[in-house]
């Protein structure tokens, strides 16, 4: 079979892939394709493993006709639209799990970074400006027995809880569509509306996925109802949040920090005030990004490949309806 991979990942996939004999090509380039050359690339394939951060629209799914599956190598589906790809009978595969702790090491870094101003700090040694001790400068907020607020509360949204909890003794609050009852259980997590997790919450942590109910959920309007002395912690996707109404928020002290590894767009514009602002922490979308993680999501985006080309279902199927 043809299989097509959007970008390069860990060899440990690649080499599951050939080991099965499978012909494989792969876009081995820092260069995103544009949405011709993917249509291109993935209309000589049987299979797409999708390692990068491409769009799959209507208009792909109706342009490849020859395609069997797609597998994409991320717990995220955004970039997908799944109902055209269940129109076409393609089913769609993630790699949920696997990354949850990875990424909630990321959001505990993040929250603990803004908290002690560590890159702003960071960069002024590199500019020359550390000058010498000062008791009155450079200070953070401490976190024991502050309050975190989940939005979406699942399975990295869980992990990160519990490292919060267990380090800080964090009380755990969350809104979520639907009760977790098992972080109510494990964690004392307790459930709260909408508006209780933003006015009670010192460290709040979106762990959602980017859907269109969700998109820009933390605006002008959300960021009013927080506490001044309240840290903005972002690992999921940048569109859930409005960037610019929390550029605004942060430099009128409206909140006091925000940590974000997802930023709306990516690559985030160089010249972004958010970078220079000193309670505020940027990475650039790492949260999976260890080896032995990225090894995992590589061997199980080539296992839900391999099950599709025997014909089985893929293990971890998204469009579960594509199959009846
Ligand atoms: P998950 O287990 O599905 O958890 C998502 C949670 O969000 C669920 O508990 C869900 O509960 C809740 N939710 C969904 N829609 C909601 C809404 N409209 N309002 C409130 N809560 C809502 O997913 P996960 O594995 O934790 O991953 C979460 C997201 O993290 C992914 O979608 C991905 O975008 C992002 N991510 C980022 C990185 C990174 O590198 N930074 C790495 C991995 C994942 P209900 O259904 O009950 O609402």
Redesign the pocket.
């Known amino acids: 079979m043809k299989i097509f991979i959007t970008k390069k990942i860990p060899q440990k996939g690649i080499d599951l892939l050939k080991s099965a004999g499978h012909d494989i090509s792969i876009h081995d380039s820092s260069t995103p394709l544009s949405e011709t050359e993917l249509i291109k690339a993935s209309q000589q394939a049987d299979y797409v493993l999708n390692g990068g951060m491409q769009k799959f629209d209507a208009n792909f799914f109706q342009n490849c006709p020859n395609l069997k599956a797609l597998s994409l190598m991320?717990?995220?589906y955004?970039n997908v639209d799944i109902s055209a790809a269940t129109q076409h009978g393609i089913p769609v595969s993630n790699t949920?799990g696997i990354?949850?702790g990875a990424?909630a090491d990321?959001a505990f870094l993040l929250m603990l970074s803004v908290s002690r101003k560590a890159f702003f700090n960071h960069k002024r040694i590199l500019q020359g400006e550390w000058k010498g001790f000062d008791p009155t400068a450079n200070l953070g907020v401490e976190l024991n027995n502050k309050t975190l607020g989940i939005?979406?509360?699942?399975?990295?949204?869980f992990e990160f809880a519990r490292k919060a909890k267990a380090a800080y003794n964090m009380e755990i609050i969350y809104?979520?569509?639907?009760r977790?009852e098992e972080a109510e259980q494990i964690l004392g997590a307790r459930y709260v509306n909408f508006d209780d997790l933003l006015t009670r919450s010192d460290v709040l942590s979106i762990?959602?996925?980017?859907?269109a109910?969700?998109k820009n959920r933390f605006d002008k309007n959300t960021f009013t109802r927080m506490k001044n002395s309240a840290i903005l912690v972002n690992?999921?996707?940048g569109g859930l949040v409005n960037e610019l109404d929390l550029t605004e928020a942060l430099q009128t002290g409206q909140l006091w920090g925000a940590g974000l590894?997802?930023t709306d767009p990516e690559p985030m514009d160089p010249k972004n005030p958010l970078l220079t602002m000193e309670n505020v922490c940027i990475l650039p979308?790492?949260?999976?990004a260890t080896v032995e993680t990225r090894d995992n999501m590589a061997l199980m985006a080539a296992s839900n490949v391999l099950a599709a080309i025997k014909g089985e279902k893929m293990p971890q199927i998204i469009n579960k309806e594509v199959y009846q």
């Open positions: 991320s717990v995220g955004d949920p990354l949850s990424t990321v939005y979406g509360l699942g399975r990295i949204g809104y979520n569509r639907s977790n762990h959602a996925a980017l859907t109910e969700t690992t999921a996707r590894d997802v979308h790492i949260g999976s």
